[in-house]
């Protein structure tokens, strides 16, 4: 009797311990290939995304469709607005690996922004009225933060294939493609580093929401 109840427990270990793997594997998958979750670590996307906010990130979105401009996306910077750097403790590097994939601590490789520029669009700031221009349009920009202008830093920029021009909606904070102006690559971001889409906001409890697809 009491082996048999040894037995038992065994069984019943290696079942949780089984069913753990299965589901760690599965989701796994799924933030690879489908939705995954990124800490929002700076207040540049205000006053649409907040420090702290945990966003879904949808991996496919533009699988079935193009990056357009107004788009919010989430994109690996290293190479580009952080440099290329080599690993330094392993343990402690898999440690922070560890708390940004469950999304505790952010990824500061990650950055999230708003597309202004796709291929052949040309961008410029500023109007004589204070407004940015896309090919030669002015933009009404409804989702800046509020009391922001469009740019305090003039520029003139065409993007060619294969790019993005990128800016936070907290224009008077945010290090984005403009902060890049001069350097290599000009502040342009290769659509290949584009994660995915931003499409809800799932923590803090109170900021649970949808977020649109369409610029307002």
Known sequence: MIQA????RKLGWRFVVVAVVVLFLLTAVVRNV???VYY????SMEPLLLTGDRVLVSRTDFALASIKRGDVVVFDGRGSFTPLQSGNDPLAEAAVAAGQWLGLV???NIYVK????????TVKCCTASGRLEVNGV???ENYLYPGDEP???KFDVTVPQGKLWLMGDHRSISADSRSLLGMPGGGLISTSKVIGRPWATVWP??????????AP
């Open 5 to 8: 109840k040894r037995q038992s």
């Open 34 to 36: 489908w939705v995954d």
């Open 40 to 43: 929002i670590p700076s207040a």
């Open 106 to 108: 952010p990824n500061n």
């Open 114 to 121: 708003r597309v202004l520029g796709v291929a052949g669009d």
């Open 138 to 140: 002015p933009v009404t």
């Open 151 to 153: 740019s305090a830093l």
């Open 205 to 214: 409890l109170g900021r649970i929401h949808l977020l649109p697809r369409d």
